[in-house]
């Protein structure tokens, strides 16, 4: 990443103080400090991940000497049964944010583009709802869960407990109150002669909705659809209050686990938790600007 | 101001079906997943269940907080570490975070590589934050030990495990996300400052840090709200780290962490659990609807 400071960055730093850009050595002492401090916890998982337990146990883990190499990626990879974990987090994960983005932009549409009664009122509920601590209502929606009885062809519990439908049906409630509240904002601040314009063209709310609205709105979605896929993906709650057989939990619920699976090899559990930052990375340094503009959205008004 | 005229036409028999389906659904989830399990939450506190068959169900009246305030050994302990967490959220990693804002701010070299770097462990789950922290802090093989030159001596802490430090553990790998948070929306809330503000303190004399606290914060107060009710709710929702280390035991109770014991595992006290949940949600309305009032107040005068 090059940043380079342009003309007019120069002449804004100097603008108003007047003082030399000397005066941001100070600045970058305490950035460089912090910056370091910040990468220690990350670079020494991804240190010990990447050295085989034999040279750890032969020079000790704060040593540089030894061989390097990914085995303990492959190790961690297989005895973990990461793949199993990442196609849990994806089958609970795309519908979640599918049901999300999809339910709320209904909702949004609704209290924002139409006047009728209720509408703040909903739009208080629906806000107040995300805010809770989920812990508030962790035992009735347990309770519910399991004393819902089901066939087993559809649940091999017989409950809804253990499936992956739980799981959803919750994140996706959990998760509709922000999305609501952020589109409603920004339809809200979509100008009523859009709509006003279809309505004489004699479209009804849906198509108002659907071919008038819903295109306007895909930065939006853009900037919420990163920010739900990386909040569900990290939600480790609701998959371990709901689900109980190992094998069907998603991984950021399943890294509870590892420290068994690895007994104390630290190499490997370094290797696992490592693996399981890679999707963030990724989705991180290819959507960073639609994660940021969906974090700022949230709070851009209050 | 004149409403704008959005009923040109009455809504269409069909269009009034749609809107009630579009509305309906949403709401009805939101109903049955969410605030319907609230109440049963509140209802549940007063009664005695083991969870096992809806007919067990007997009235128990406010025995459970009872028995919770007097003889449930974890729960001042969980409250005094859910205030810890509170004031040093509020104490350390919110300024931690603004300060780091405010320096970015400058147009510094760099100023986009910092601004990554800080707002990293944002990107992973509080789960993945205790694990990675586990590893640093571990008695024997972390490297704070071997940095502080007491590895493998007596003298080496066990961070997560010691009920002395533990606490403080947590909280500074809770820090490390959440001043990555605060930066972040401070970055966009210092974007968001009239630069003419600082220029016209500027001109009155003010130095840098008057400029600061008696102009641009000051000028700052939505996002300064948004963070206030941010670093509340997280400090009660603060759950996952702790479950991670060692199930929020053993120097790390927390109230959230308190709920999950007496639901799961053996001897399910449903009611205890619940008197818990319920203590918790009251706790939590508070900041809830401070920031309600201050977002929808305006709006639910003028309809």
Known sequence: ?302 | MPTIPRKVRRLSKRDRLVLTVMVAIPTLIQLVFVWLPTLFSIGLSFTRWNGLDLTDIRPAGASNYQFVAQEYPPFWPAVQHNVLWLVFLAVVATPLGLLLAVLLDQNIRGSRLYQSIFFAPVMLSLALVGVIWQLFYQRDHGLLNFLLGTAGQPSAVDWFGDSNVNIWAALVAATWRHAGYVMLLYLAGLKGVDPSLKEAAALDGANAGQTFFRVVFPAMRPINIVIVVITIIESLRAFDIVYVINRGTNGLELISALVIQNLVGEGQVIGVGSALATILLVISLVPIVFYLTRTFGKEAKES
Not at chain 1, 93 to 110: H, Q, Y
Not at chain 1, 188 to 204: H, N
Not at chain 1, 273 to 285: D, G, M, Q, R, S
């Open chain 1, 1 to 302: 990443m090059t940043v380079v400071a342009t003309p007019t960055d120069l002449a804004r730093g100097t603008e108003y103080s007047g003082s030399r850009p000397k005066r941001h050595y100070g600045t970058h002492v305490i950035l460089l400090v912090l910056a370091v401090m910040w990468l220690l916890p990350l670079g020494w998982s991804l240190y010990t991940a990447l050295r085989p337990v034999e040279s750890t146990n032969q020079y000790g883990y704060f040593s540089v000497a030894g061989a390097f190499n990914f085995d303990n990626f492959v190790t961690a990879w297989n005895q973990g049964g990461f793949s199993k974990y990442f196609w849990n987090s994806v089958i609970i994960t795309v519908p979640s944010v599918i049901l999300t983005l999809f339910l709320s932009s209904l909702m949004a549409f609704a209290v924002s583009r139409v006047s009728w009664k209720f509408n703040i009122t909903l739009l208080i509920m629906f806000t107040a709802g995300n805010l809770l601590p989920p812990q508030v209502l962790a035992a009735p929606l347990f309770q519910m869960f399991k004393h819902l009885n089901l066939p087993y062809w559809f649940s091999d519990s017989g409950t809804l407990l253990n499936t992956y439908i739980s799981v959803i049906a919750v994140d996706t409630a959990f998760q509709i109150g922000f999305c609501t509240f952020v589109l409603s904002n920004y339809m809200k601040a979509l100008s009523p002669d859009l709509t006003e314009a279809a309505l004489v063209d004699g479209a009804g709310i849906w198509r108002q909705y659907w071919s008038v609205i819903m295109p306007l709105c895909r930065p939006a979605f853009a900037a919420l659809g990163t920010l739900e896929v990386i909040f569900i993906y990290n939600d480790f709650f609701w998959p371990l209050l709901f689900i109980q057989s190992g094998d069907r939990l998603p991984v950021t619920t399943a890294i509870n686990n590892l420290q068994g699976v690895f007994l104390s090899n630290y190499n490997l559990l370094a290797a696992g938790a490592t693996i399981t930052v890679i999707p963030t990375l990724v989705i991180y340094l290819l959507l960073q600007r639609q994660f940021v503009a969906g974090l700022t959205l949230g709070s851009s008004k209050g």
